[in-house]
Antibody, heavy 123, light 110 residues
Framework: QVQLQESGPGLVKPSQTLSLTCTVS??????????WSWIRQHPVRGLEWIGY???????SYNPSLKSRVTISIDTSKNQFSLKLTSVTAADTAMFFC???????????????WGQGTLVTVSS | QTVVTQEPSLTVSPGGTVTLTCASS?????????PNWFQQKPGQAPRALIY???NTLSWTPARFSGSLLGGKAALTLSGVQPEDEADYYC??????????FGGGTKLTVL
């Protein structure tokens, strides 16, 4: 059974870069059957899809975050990562990594999630 | 910016039936939006229940079903159990690669 685990600092200062890593176990991140995604959950604004990466390195990002987001992949470590630059208090959220199983075309089902990691932006 | 709207809260009696809906600011929700539904309990990650409007996953209880209803995506729970008390989120796909979550429905079983 695939498992995902987020890791990274729980506290980031305003204007700095938030960096998180997701380690995948129980399956290969190099499979062409999945996208690997980041999703965040604000206390008030709910769930927000951030973006995904494919094993080949191709990505897709939420247009509202695209200028600040980079998702990368390290197939040798079975990990993928998120960087979010120029953070503010509004970026405080629970961050989840997740697996999206490809169905047809670009459509997926987000079938496995990590447990989430809380990131607070504060000085 | 696309907004996906759900009922903020609903209450249902044990054993009853309840339908949650999911609307899009861009117009009627159709199967081409591939509606997905997720359940989230306190302290847990969301768990997928329904994908592509009507399809269930191996862990989805039989009492959960998805459909399209009056231009919206719908999630129906039939024979509600106390353990179904949770937050429910829909997800719609726009242009294939973009995904937008609804604001969530807090379901109370009372």
């Amino acid at each position: 059974q695939v498992q995902l685990q987020e890791s990274g600092p729980g506290l980031v200062k305003p204007s700095q870069t938030l960096s998180l890593t997701c380690t995948v176990s129980g399956g290969s991140i190099s499979s062409g059957d999945y996208y690997w995604s980041w999703i965040r959950q604000h206390p008030v604004r709910g769930l927000e899809w951030i973006g995904y990466i494919y094993y080949s390195g191709s990505t897709s990002y939420n247009p509202s975050l695209k200028s600040r987001v980079t998702i990368s992949i390290d197939t040798s470590k079975n990990q993928f990562s998120l960087k979010l630059t120029s953070v503010t208090a509004a970026d405080t959220a629970m961050f989840f990594c997740a697996r999206e199983s490809l169905l047809w075309g670009d459509y997926t089902v987000i079938d496995y999630w990590g447990q989430g990691t809380l990131v607070t932006v504060s000085s | 910016q696309t907004v996906v709207t759900q009922e903020p809260s609903l209450t249902v009696s044990p054993g009853g039936t309840v339908t949650l809906t999911c609307a899009s600011s861009t117009g009627a929700v159709t199967s081409s939006s591939h509606p997905n539904w997720f359940q989230q309990k306190p302290g847990q990650a969301p768990r997928a229940l329904i994908y592509s409007t009507t399809n269930t996953l191996s862990w989805t209880p039989a009492r959960f079903s998805g459909s399209l209803l009056g231009g919206k995506a719908a999630l129906t729970l039939s024979g509600v159990q106390p353990e179904d008390e949770a937050d429910y989120y829909c997800l719609l796909y726009y242009g294939g690669s973009q995904r937008v979550f609804g604001g969530g429905t807090k379901l109370t079983v009372l």
